[in-house]
């Protein structure tokens, strides 16, 4: 595997990059004000758009949370695998992840990969328990490793990674639409194009999903349909990258989930220009570095 994919077009892995970055800025912007409400957000911060850090895991500015660093771990794990995505690889590196004591872990995660460590079975069972939003807040690195195959496989691959800790049909349906919304937009599909070919079928399979015919959501929670219904409201209806990720994570809840799906969209929509250099500067440079490395080395 090459290190400069020469066979990617550069518009490509710029969105990818994108992407990535987006997810990673999501993830600092949210986490400062994840679990408050709009009121207490707009108390402390008025409308909150730096990247400062605190919150209620006291970060220094620019540090990320789980949802970029599980991805990582995913995306090194595909990478060391020869970009197949296999449950049981999936689960050890989640597991190694979980070890070195990550600075926050959704409950669903933690007792999947507690089951992975007892039962050495990589997959847990269906589970209407386990509909949080944390299969689907890692899911970037799957659709960069299986952009240009079938869609069958690359859905087929959302699942194998997500039911380590999340065996679950909502889960499963927002971690195939968003790897392949990210894998179109990455064409340079257009978000009509996008609303048309992946919302839309969405919504119709799965009608928890509608996201309009709700009030915009305050404080959206980690059950995977409340996250991205508050997405959605941001990607759809909210034009441009900066204004989308201010507009969810000011809603508040799980602020930096919601900030990392939504980056990671809209960095693929909008393209490397539009990530805010004030934000690409604030973030912890290590993580940026592993971002826009794994986006290149998924890619080739
Ligand atoms: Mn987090
Ligand atoms: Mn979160």
Request: proline share 5%; glycine share 10%.
């Amino acid at each position: 595997m090459s290190d400069t994919p020469a066979a990617v077009d550069g518009e490509i892995l710029a969105r990818a990059e994108a992407a990535y970055l987006g997810l990673a800025l999501g993830d600092a912007l949210g986490a400062t004000v994840e679990f408050m409400t709009p009121r207490e957000i707009a108390h402390h911060h008025g409308i909150h758009r730096e990247i400062v850090g605190g919150g209620w895991l006291r970060l220094k500015p620019g540090q990320v949370t789980d949802d970029t660093t599980m991805a990582l771990a995913l995306g090194e794990c595909i990478l060391a695998n020869d970009g197949r995505v296999e449950a049981l690889a999936c689960a050890r590196a989640f597991d190694a992840w979980m070890r070195a004591k990550p600075v926050d872990i959704g409950n669903t995660v933690r007792r999947n990969l507690i089951r992975f460590r007892n039962t050495g079975e990589p997959q847990g069972p269906l589970s209407g328990y386990d509909a949080g939003n944390g299969a689907a807040m890692r899911v970037l690195p799957v659709a960069l490793a299986t952009f240009g195959r079938p869609e069958a496989e690359v859905r087929a691959a959302c699942r194998a990674q997500a039911h380590v800790t999340h065996h679950n049909a909502a889960s499963d349906a927002a971690c195939e639409f968003l790897a392949l919304a990210v894998q179109d937009f990455l064409r340079g599909d257009s978000l009509q194009q996008v609303f048309r070919n992946r919302v839309r079928p969405l919504v119709a399979a799965h009608p928890a999903f509608a996201f309009r015919e709700r009030p915009r959501r305050e404080n959206p929670s980690g059950w995977v349909v409340e996250t991205l219904q508050a997405v959605l409201q941001s990607v759809v209806d909210v034009g441009g990258f900066e204004h989308c990720l201010v507009d969810v994570v000011n809603r508040g809840g799980d602020a930096d989930t919601t900030g990392a799906i939504a980056g990671m969209l809209a960095g693929a929509l909008y393209g490397r220009e539009a990530l805010p250099a004030r934000w690409l500067k604030a973030l912890d440079p290590q993580v940026r570095e592993a971002c826009v490395g794994q986006a290149r080395r998924l890619l080739a």
